[in-house]
Each structure stands twice: as structure tokens, then as C-alpha cells.
């Protein structure tokens, strides 16, 4: 990967990245053996994906590694692992916003880290920006992803903003141009978790199943924090 690209725009897309079998191997999992949260039978997100060998498997696989290594580092791992999907039973917009949380083992009060909180049994906390600026994010898509079905829509740049109020979200959205990370099958997203990110509601609702994947340097965190995964 270009470092550059990423430094300057905040996102790359990676094509043909997971063979078939592996697209299929994930979907297959995430049907059957994954805690996933459900409406009407169908699964639309989950998280703790890690703990779900298939999902740890890809997240160490050379693959990944080498889109991830030259980035974080020799010594990435990855911290948690989210599930997105959009269908007619659960199409809805997901607002501009930034990533900014992280997912820990304990809580710890810290200057600067915080507010804590507590999502599906795993507490986590909002570190300086600092943090947030060395981890990195990679969307796996397991289905294609085109317009019409809700793809993830980024403005190119604003990582490099710092922690973004509303009122200066609402300003770049009228002065910088969006951009849709339209994706097929078995490509990586890779982003910065700074990069102010949405997607619409599916015009044509169908599967659009992403795995998310955060890493992070093992030695990221100050002592006493360690990472949930």
C-alpha cells in the first residue's frame, strides 16, 4: 500500500483481496455460528467478531497483514471486529460521524480517556485522538457493494482534522465532495477511523455484509489498559 494515498485521503480500496472460498467460508459462518443481532431472523450487525475463529483467522492472514503492517506496524494486532449488513428488514441511514471509540479488557480512570461505557458485555472509552490517529480500520466486503444498496460514503481528508464538533462535520459536508466506496466482493476497505463516514438507506436492499476490523499496535495502550480481544 501507498502510504502516501492514505495519508493524504484517508481510505484505499483493495480488490480481490479474499478469494471465494474465503468470502464463502465467512458468509457461511456468520449464518450459522455467530451472536449476531437479528429482526425477523436476519442479521444486520454483531459485534465481539473475534472471538469467532473463522473471523480471528482472516484478521491474521497474510493477506490482511501486508495491507495493515506497513501502516500500524510489525507488531498490529487486531482489537475488534464489528458486523454490518443492510436488508429490507433493516435498511436505515447511519449518520456522518467518525470512529472513536475503542474496545478494552478493564476500565481504568485516565487523564483524557473517557467516557466509558459498556457495549454487549465490553467496556468502551473514547482515548485522545492521539490513539486514534495510529489504528487502523479494514472493511471486508462479502457481498458487492454498488450504489444502489447503501455503500459506505467518506469525505476525503477529514481524518487529518482531529475530533470533528457537529457544526464543523455540517461545514465539510457542504465543501468537500463525498465520495462512495463502491466495492465487490472480497475487496478490503481500508480506512482511517477519523475519516467522517455514512451511508445511506439501500435503494435496493439486498446483502451488503461487512466484516470491520480495527488493528492497533500492541503497545498502543498506556498501562494499566489492554485490549479487549
Known amino acids: 500500500m501507498r502510504q502516501a494515498d492514505l495519508d493524504r485521503d484517508g481510505f484505499r480500496l483493495f480488490t480481490d483481496v479474499l478469494a471465494p472460498s474465503a468470502v464463502g467460508c465467512l458468509v457461511g459462518v456468520l449464518a450459522s455460528d455467530a451472536p449476531l443481532l437479528r429482526r425477523n431472523r436476519t442479521a444486520y450487525g454483531g459485534r465481539n467478531l473475534l472471538k469467532l475463529s473463522a473471523t480471528s483467522a482472516v484478521a491474521a492472514s497474510p493477506a490482511i497483514r501486508q495491507l495493515v503492517e506497513p501502516i500500524v506496524g510489525p507488531t498490529a494486532r487486531a482489537v475488534r471486529a464489528l ?16 470512529d472513536v471509540s475503542l474496545a478494552l479488557a478493564e476500565k481504568h480512570d485516565l487523564d483524557g480517556w473517557g467516557p466509558w461505557s459498556i457495549k454487549a458485555g465490553v467496556w468502551h472509552v473514547q482515548p485522545p485522538t492521539e490513539i486514534l490517529e495510529r489504528t487502523l480500520t479494514v472493511r471486508l466486503h462479502l457481498d458487492d457493494c454498488d450504489g444502489a444498496n447503501g455503500p459506505l460514503t467518506v469525505l476525503p481528508g477529514t481524518h487529518r482534522m482531529g475530533r470533528l464538533s457537529r457544526d464543523r462535520i455540517a461545514e465539510l459536508r457542504r465543501t468537500t465532495c463525498e465520495v462512495a466506496c463502491v466495492a ?16 445511506s438507506t439501500a435503494r435496493k436492499p439486498s446483502h451488503r455484509r461487512v466484516i470491520h476490523l480495527e488493528f492497533a499496535a500492541e503497545d498502543a495502550l498506556p498501562a494499566p489498559l489492554a485490549w479487549a480481544a
Do not use: C, I, Y
Open 184 to 199: 465487490p466482493a472480497g475487496s478490503a476497505l481500508v480506512m482511517r477511523p477519523l475519516l467522517l463516514h455514512a451511508s
Open 83 to 98: 458486523f454490518f449488513d443492510k436488508t429490507p428488514e433493516a435498511n436505515w441511514p447511519v449518520l456522518w460521524h467518525q
